[in-house]
């Protein structure tokens, strides 16, 4: 039988104690602690610049590199994973993720930070995210499960963010932010054993049709010609924008009207919460409407919702609220957005054109996050960031609206 790395049969999708609840539950705790330290990053600014004397440019730059090797290092952590298997992928990329977060914990200088905090675990988070989980589900669930489980991946990222924002919030209150950058590390290295029930066989060793005998090459070269694939990854590019400069910024924002540390922490707690349904409802959803719809209906309310929240003062009811609403459409993006890209491309190259529009995504992060960081520092204020966030939110939404929802058609390969 099948294996990868390790013995375990994976040669098809649910053999002996991998069944599809297995996978899903062990799938979705790797998302959960992945996607969790990660969302806290926005309550270690203060401390750390407070400590080392840093413009909050500093910190915005490392976690804009953050965002933007974690986009670029996800198409060659889908290829490779696509190639030989996840397993081996995420083992790796929790590795670089405890790492960088260790490294963050002694940095004492921009360039120590932009190493640990942005290449490590930028890098790490390309390996192992909720992004290569979502994969495996394509691959090792039967189609009438994987709607479901797609929403359930996205969700359980949702419910790290829930978790671990009040969770960092209280480690750094009572215990500092160095011990809080050393518990988080330890936590990542339990993402090692539960990849073991994800793991997909190497593509060697599955069973492909005709159609899907595809090279790499060929898959990127008509996945860009596609007119419906590039709309995709361009509207992607808004979500990776807005999710990153709320997620690094909005807890200073908040900080900076007044408002604690702790409010900050349950906003983006609420965010996580409340993403839990978004997520789970879209999963359901994208089964019986059109995805290209959902998607656009919720960079619309993104907007609506960015509107409201500035235009009236800031308290810590409305900034919650803000958190509630944000946070039903917050990741739930992604289900659409990976479903599209199966529906379009099949299986076989599914990590890597999926990763290919993750780097919109994260495009969309570094220069969200690191914006933000610009320009509180010239004018100190983020009102520009936010009405860049809501325009950018109305031209995603009309952008969805032309994708159509079918099989590109494509020549079947001809063995040699």
Same mark, same amino acid.
């Given at each position: 039988?099948?294996?990868?790395?390790?013995?375990?049969?994976?040669?098809?999708?649910? !053999?002996?104690?991998?069944?599809?609840?297995?996978?899903?539950?062990?799938?979705?705790?790797?998302?959960?602690?992945?996607?969790?330290?990660?969302?806290?990053?926005?309550?270690?600014?203060?401390?750390?610049?407070?400590?080392?004397?840093?413009?909050?440019?500093?910190?915005?730059?490392?976690?804009?590199?953050?965002?933007?090797?974690?986009?670029?290092?996800?198409?060659?952590?889908?290829?490779?994973?696509?190639?030989?298997?996840?397993?081996?992928?995420?083992?790796?990329?929790?590795?670089?993720?405890?790492?960088?977060?260790?490294?963050?914990?002694?940095?004492? #200088?921009?360039?120590?930070?932009?190493?640990?905090?942005?290449?490590?675990?930028?890098?790490? *988070?390309?390996?192992?995210?909720?992004?290569?989980?979502?994969?495996?589900?394509?691959?090792?669930?039967?189609?009438? /499960?994987?709607?479901?489980?797609?929403?359930?991946?996205?969700?359980?990222?949702?419910?790290?963010?829930? *978790?671990?924002?009040?969770?960092?919030?209280? *480690?750094?209150?009572?215990?500092?932010?160095?011990?809080?950058?050393?518990?988080?590390?330890?936590?990542?290295?339990?993402?090692?054993?539960?990849?073991?029930?994800?793991?997909?066989?190497?593509?060697?060793?599955?069973?492909? !049709?005709?159609?899907?005998?595809?090279?790499?090459?060929?898959?990127?070269?008509?996945?860009?010609?596609?007119?419906?694939?590039?709309?995709?990854?361009?509207?992607?590019?808004?979500?990776?924008?807005?999710?990153?400069?709320?997620?690094?910024?909005?807890?200073?924002?908040?900080?900076?009207?007044?408002?604690?540390?702790? !409010?900050?922490?349950?906003?983006?707690?609420?965010?996580?919460?409340?993403?839990?349904?978004?997520?789970?409802?879209?999963?359901?959803?994208?089964? /019986?409407?059109?995805?290209?719809?959902?998607?656009?209906?919720?960079?619309?309310?993104?907007?609506?919702? !960015?509107?409201?929240?500035?235009?009236?003062?800031? #308290?810590?009811?409305?900034?919650?609220?803000?958190?509630?609403?944000?946070?039903?459409?917050?990741?739930?993006?992604?289900?659409?957005?990976?479903?599209?890209?199966?529906?379009?491309?099949?299986?076989?190259?599914?990590? #890597?054109?999926?990763?290919?529009?993750?780097?919109?995504?994260?495009?969309?992060?570094?220069?969200?996050?690191?914006?933000?960081?610009?320009?509180?520092? /010239?004018?100190?204020?983020?009102?520009?960031?936010?009405?860049?966030?809501?325009?950018?939110?109305?031209?995603?939404?009309?952008?969805?609206?032309?994708?159509?929802?079918?099989?590109?058609?494509?020549?079947?390969?001809?063995?040699?």
């Amino acid at each position: 039988m099948a294996t990868e790395a390790t013995g375990i049969g994976v040669s098809s999708p649910a !053999t002996g104690w991998r069944t599809p609840a297995v996978i899903i539950v062990c799938g979705c705790a790797v998302a959960l602690l992945s996607f969790g330290p990660r969302s806290t990053l926005g309550f270690f600014v203060q401390p750390m610049s407070r400590e080392f004397g840093w413009g909050r440019d500093v910190f915005a730059l490392a976690i804009a590199v953050q965002n933007l090797l974690w986009g670029l290092g996800q198409p060659l952590a889908g290829a490779i994973a696509d190639r030989f298997g996840v397993m081996r992928v995420i083992c790796v990329g929790a590795l670089l993720y405890a790492g960088g977060l260790v490294m963050m914990r002694y940095s004492a #200088t921009p360039l120590s930070l932009n190493i640990g905090a942005g290449v490590l675990v930028g890098f790490g *988070l390309s390996g192992c995210s909720f992004n290569l989980v979502l994969s495996a589900f394509s691959k090792l669930l039967p189609p009438e /499960r994987r709607g479901l489980a797609l929403g359930a991946g996205t969700a359980a990222g949702s419910l790290g963010q829930f *978790l671990f924002a009040p969770f960092g919030v209280a *480690l750094i209150g009572n215990f500092g932010w160095q011990s809080a950058l050393i518990v988080f590390a330890v936590l990542m290295l339990f993402i090692v054993p539960l990849s073991l029930a994800i793991a997909t066989p190497p593509a060697a060793e599955t069973q492909l !049709t005709d159609a899907e005998h595809q090279s790499f090459t060929t898959a990127l070269m008509q996945a860009f010609g596609h007119r419906s694939y590039v709309l995709l990854v361009l509207g992607f590019f808004t979500c990776g924008f807005q999710l990153a400069f709320i997620t690094v910024h909005l807890p200073a924002f908040l900080v900076d009207r007044g408002l604690t540390a702790q !409010t900050g922490g349950w906003v983006i707690a609420a965010i996580g919460l409340f993403n839990i349904i978004g997520s789970l409802s879209v999963g359901w959803a994208q089964s /019986r409407l059109p995805k290209r719809y959902i998607l656009s209906f919720i960079y619309f309310t993104r907007a609506l919702a !960015t509107l409201a929240f500035i235009s009236f003062p800031v #308290t810590a009811a409305s900034a919650i609220a803000f958190g509630a609403v944000s946070g039903l459409a917050w990741l739930s993006t992604v289900p659409p957005t990976s479903s599209l890209v199966a529906l379009m491309f099949g299986t076989r190259w599914m990590a #890597t054109l999926y990763g290919f529009a993750f780097v919109s995504h994260q495009v969309g992060g570094f220069l969200g996050v690191w914006l933000g960081g610009l320009v509180f520092e /010239r004018y100190g204020s983020y009102t520009p960031i936010w009405w860049l966030s809501i325009l950018f939110g109305v031209l995603s939404a009309l952008i969805n609206l032309p994708i159509v929802e079918k099989p590109v058609e494509r020549a079947i390969a001809q063995p040699a």
